[in-house]
């Protein structure tokens, strides 16, 4: 059974304007996404800034209410969930976001809010916390004096090692990592991704991994779903996606990941989308990716493109595989060359 699962969810934010914030327009920042992420798995999720990641991540928390669709945590519908019911639900998922240093009071010392969530969920004082805490700081490769920190007292590394056992104080099963690495530099990177992973064998917890760099993602994700403007056009396995995408825009995204391979590097040519990502207030009509797609049917521009399920579970929403030249679940690169341009400039 999912841990959670997401059933034709959407978002729509009004977007407000001028001195009377009138409402003068609506973002569906997540349009109609299904989805569901496993026990103990890493479901990666990448996609261009403004895609929706974070919002989706904020409804399968229940951040946020969703404006339709539903939303299960544990096979039981969480969509309407209020008050302790609610609480109890964000205990088993906790988040950790892209700054570190934004994520703890400057003025306290570290002890006191990686505490936090013992307090708000299982009523502990920050004395009885203190057992638990000390026994994390090695997990995460800390030491209890670290505890003692204020957060100005430590880098963006160890700090975000902080964030990350602040999130494990209450074990929960699902972690939402939203960039946690993107503001740290490269060799600390690699560093918290593999505690993440290490972390994840030791304790069976799930992740959803955002980020906009799908380069980063791939070595820790089991599953990748791909983002483009609000919808989800691709889901699979880590390695299908990366080596035989099957929607023209993952097959875009992924054409500038550098592949550790040098031969198969050689060989992969980087596709440039034309056009600008359009306005999120005005998506494109039909499958919101037709104006910038190479490959784009008649049909593209006025019907959305049902989901297409592939043999083992994958999912694609694009036209070429029920219409047209019918991919019907192949990859793109099997579309006879010239119908897929090598490098596509505006
Ligand atoms: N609270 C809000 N009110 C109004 N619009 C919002 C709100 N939150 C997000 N949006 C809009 O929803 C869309 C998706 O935003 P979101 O933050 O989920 O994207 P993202 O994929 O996480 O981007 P990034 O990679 O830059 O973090 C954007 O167009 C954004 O402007
Ligand atoms: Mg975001």
Do not use: W
Not at 77 to 82: I, N
Not at 95 to 109: C, G, I, K, M, S
């Amino acid at each position: 059974m999912p841990l959670i699962e997401l059933k034709h969810v959407s978002k729509v934010f009004p977007v407000r304007q001028g001195i009377l914030q009138r409402v003068r327009a609506e973002v569906q920042a997540v349009a109609n996404v299904s989805l569901q992420i496993y026990p103990g798995e890493t479901l990666g999720l990448v996609g261009e800034s403004g895609s929706g990641k974070s919002t989706l991540g904020r409804l399968a928390m229940r951040l946020i209410d969703s404006t339709d669709g539903v939303v299960r945590f544990d096979g039981e519908d969480v969509t309407k969930r209020r008050g302790k019911g609610l609480r109890t639900m964000r205990a088993g998922v906790q988040t950790v976001f892209q700054d570190p240093f934004a994520a703890f009071n400057p003025l306290l010392p570290l002890r006191v809010s990686v505490s936090e969530p013992l307090q708000v969920h299982r009523g502990q004082s920050q004395k009885e916390s203190m057992t638990r805490l000390r026994e994390l700081m090695p997990l995460v490769g800390l030491s209890a004096s670290h505890l003692d920190r204020y957060p100005r007292e430590m880098s963006g590394g160890q700090l975000q090692r902080m964030a990350i056992a602040r999130a494990l104080t209450v074990e929960p099963r699902l972690i939402i990592l939203d960039e946690p690495i993107s503001a740290l530099d490269v060799s600390t990177q690699a560093q918290v991704i593999n505690l993440l992973e290490e972390l994840q064998r030791q304790l069976g917890v799930a992740y959803l991994l955002i980020a906009h760099n799908p380069g980063l993602v791939r070595h820790a994700s089991d599953r990748i779903a791909v983002m483009y403007l609000g919808e989800v056009v691709e889901i699979g396995s880590a390695g299908d996606v990366y080596d035989a995408p099957k929607h023209p825009y993952t097959h875009a995204l992924l054409s500038a990941v550098t592949v550790p391979d040098p031969d198969v590097q050689r060989t992969r040519q980087r596709i440039i989308l034309r056009g600008d990502v359009p306005n999120p207030a005005d998506p494109p009509s039909g499958c919101r990716f037709h104006t910038r797609c190479p490959l784009a049917l008649d049909i593209c521009s006025s019907d959305v493109p049902e989901p297409f399920v592939l043999d083992n579970g994958g999912v694609v929403r694009c036209h070429l595989h029920t219409t047209g030249p019918k991919l019907a679940g192949r990859p793109i690169v099997d579309l006879d060359i010239p119908a897929v341009p090598q490098t596509i400039a505006l």
